[in-house]
T-cell receptor, first 110, second 116 residues
């Protein structure tokens, strides 16, 4: 069965420092990968998805099929980036069987 | 546009009681999801509807959980009877599938259930 792991429960960085939130997945096929974010007192929302090849709020994520990873990166963290980040996987072409990772809480310190 | 609506926002019940949650998706969104999020974990998909048909309920504990989506719009998730381990936030999400199989899911605020 497909699985998503995020090894860090909490990641603290200083403002202006680079940040990388790790995500690894297990799935034998070619899944679609996503990052969802939940800011304090807000709803869970899509940050970015691999298929769109986009950069949102300065964040990018590269799919590495060899390492089965989809790490989220930002060169200069801002305090407003503090939130809960979830990596997620859709294993097929129909958007079914969606799987979320356990999440990483990012804290950007002033 | 109005977002996904859920009610109630909070519910406290005793074990073995029944409880129901309601979700109203974004207008025009044919796909509706129910997730269970236990404290400290990521959301776990319980059931996915396409219009009023079920496309995935493989992780729904069918001995106690049930869900329906009459007329392909609103949905109700029920737990009967509840157990202590059902304490969680229940999230509803919807998406517009014609945007593609990997279209964005829009989430509601969730219902926090506490089972005593």
């Amino acid at each position: 069965a497909q699985r998503v792991t995020q090894p860090e429960k909490l990641l603290s960085v200083f403002k202006g420092a680079p940040v990388e939130l790790k995500c690894n997945y297990s799935y034998s096929g070619s899944p679609e990968l996503f990052w969802y974010v939940q800011y304090s007192r807000q709803r869970l929302q899509l940050l970015l998805r691999h298929i769109s090849r986009e950069s949102i709020k300065g964040f990018t994520a590269d799919l590495n099929k060899g390492e089965t990873s989809f790490h989220l990166k930002k060169p200069f963290a801002q305090e407003e980036d503090s939130a809960m980040y979830y990596c997620a996987l859709s294993p097929d072409n129909y958007g079914q069987n969606f799987v979320f990772g356990p999440g990483t809480r990012l804290s950007v310190l002033p | 546009e109005a977002g996904v609506a859920q009610s109630p926002r909070y519910k406290i019940i005793e074990k073995r009681q029944s409880v129901a949650f309601w979700c109203n998706p974004i207008s025009g969104h044919a796909t509706l999801y129910w997730y269970q999020q236990i404290l400290g974990q990521g959301p776990k998909l319980l059931i996915q509807f396409q219009n009023n048909g079920v496309v995935d309920d493989s992780q729904l504990p069918k001995d106690r959980f049930s869900a329906e989506r009459l007329k392909g719009v609103d949905s109700t998730l029920k737990i009967q009877p509840a157990k202590l381990e059902d304490s969680a936030v229940y999230l509803c999400a919807s998406s517009f599938p014609l945007a593609g199989p990997f279209s964005e899911q829009f989430f509601g605020p969730g219902t926090r259930l506490t089972v005593l």
